[in-house]
């Protein structure tokens, strides 16, 4: 059973604080991997560099640690080093002053948990906070079961064919995921079919949300940004799907609204992915466009 744990020091001027939401064995062999300090984090060595070029103060890595519970646990951490001022201002705009990355996606994960909404089971975060704000950060989270939809889907609806049954119930699973992510309040903003997880088990299958680093609530223009949710999905999904299935799809996410209203929706998903897919094929030719 997973459990939440705070615990902060202090030397000088610099406040340090670990949270963590994990069960018993998790915890302990984070605490003897050195991974509940800031600086035990960022001279960890043991993991997958993962970090792909371009990412700048940011890293990620793959870890496996062994548990006293005789499992072996699959993690994923990101370290945030210092950031550029714009990069904060830009996300105390969003979320709100003084808030470090590495809060923000585990709140988010916390967020999620309280919302019901199926994710990483198994979190930790810490920071290293001067008087200028956080200095460095990192979040571990746990891995989920199954593959990402960018690369699950298109095998899994081949193995349907013969099974109409089995594929709607993956399209209704998939768009009551996205109905209770919009109905608790938020947004992903990464919504596409790498951040949706796939895993096919006995009696059925399980969708799951993973990188929450920038989902959100927000105040103003919820149909704005659902929309670009839900466009960012529809881009990303296996083109055959979407052609056979986008209508039940979203016959599933606003199942009391009228023939008119779903008409409204699928009319400003379908402005803006194809707008995504202009400025996509303009970057990818050197043109440039912003969001």
Not at 6 to 20: E, I, K, L, P, W
Not at 215 to 237: E, G, H, I, N
Request: glycine share 10%; hydrophobic share 40%; with cysteine.
């Amino acid at each position: 059973m997973s459990g939440a744990v705070c615990q902060q020091t202090r030397q000088g001027s610099v406040r340090t604080v670990f949270r963590a939401l994990c069960d018993a064995p998790l915890l302990a062999a984070l605490r003897e991997a050195g991974l509940d300090t800031v600086e035990g984090a960022f001279g960890y060595g043991a993991g997958e560099d993962m970090t792909p070029d371009g990412l700048g103060h940011r890293g990620r890595f793959r870890l496996h640690l062994e548990c006293d519970d005789g499992t072996r646990r699959e993690l994923y951490m990101k370290r945030y080093a210092r950031e550029p001022l714009s990069w904060r201002w830009e996300r105390w705009r969003v979320y709100g002053p003084g808030r470090g990355a590495a809060q923000i996606e585990f709140d988010n994960l916390l967020a999620a948990h309280a919302a019901h909404l199926p994710t990483m089971d198994h979190a930790a975060c810490g920071e290293e906070i001067g008087r200028e704000g956080v200095r460095r950060g990192f979040v571990i989270v746990s891995a989920v079961p199954g593959e990402a939809l960018e690369q699950a889907a298109e095998p899994f609806l081949e193995r349907c064919a013969s099974d109409p049954a089995r594929a709607a119930d993956f399209t209704a699973r998939l768009a009551s995921l996205v109905r209770s992510l919009h109905g608790a309040g938020y947004v992903h903003r990464d919504l596409y079919s790498s951040h949706v997880f796939l895993h096919e088990r006995e009696g059925g299958i399980e969708l799951r949300l993973i990188d929450l680093a920038r989902m959100f609530a927000p105040r103003f223009r919820t149909f704005r940004w659902r929309v670009k949710d839900l466009a960012a999905l529809q881009y990303s999904m296996p083109p055959h799907w979407v052609q056979g299935s986008w209508d039940a799809f979203l016959g599933g996410y606003l199942p009391h609204a009228s023939p008119a209203h779903r008409a409204r929706w699928r009319g400003a998903i379908d402005a803006k992915t194809a707008y995504m897919r202009w400025r996509i094929g303009r970057r990818a030719t050197g043109g440039g466009a912003s969001a």
